[in-house]
């Protein structure tokens, strides 16, 4: 059976910090990554982990700020997010992708005020 779910979001002001968690359980998934979609808008890329080699990308509008990794003591793959603005926020997905098949989680809602 196939479980992806997300952790750690939450209230916070700009300018902190959040750690969101991604614990997905099932076959060897290719890449796990991290989406987040905000109120009538698009569901936005944030960054990728791929398991053969350990690399990952993230896209231009987080670089710097946001941090995608894994965490071997936990199993997950987790977005460090720094510096967070009012416009950060979402709903944080995370998507566990194998040949074939991809898998989403329900979410973790991330609200930065002002």
């Known amino acids: 059976q196939v479980t992806v779910v997300e952790s750690g979001g939450g209230m916070v002001q700009a300018g902190d910090s959040l750690r969101l968690s991604c614990a997905a359980h099932?076959?060897?998934?290719?890449?796990i990554s991290w989406y987040r979609q905000a109120p009538g808008k698009v569901r936005e890329f944030l960054a990728v982990?791929?398991?053969?080699?350990?690399?990952?990308r993230h896209t231009d509008s987080v670089k710097g700020r946001f941090t995608i990794s894994r965490d071997t003591a936990k199993n997950t793959v987790d977005l460090q997010m720094n510096s967070l603005k009012p416009e950060d926020s979402a709903m944080y997905y995370c998507n566990a992708h194998m040949l074939g098949a991809s898998y989403w989680g329900q979410g973790t809602q991330v609200t930065v005020s002002s």
């Open positions: 982990w791929v398991r053969a080699n350990g690399t990952t």
């Open positions: 099932g076959p060897a998934f290719t890449t």
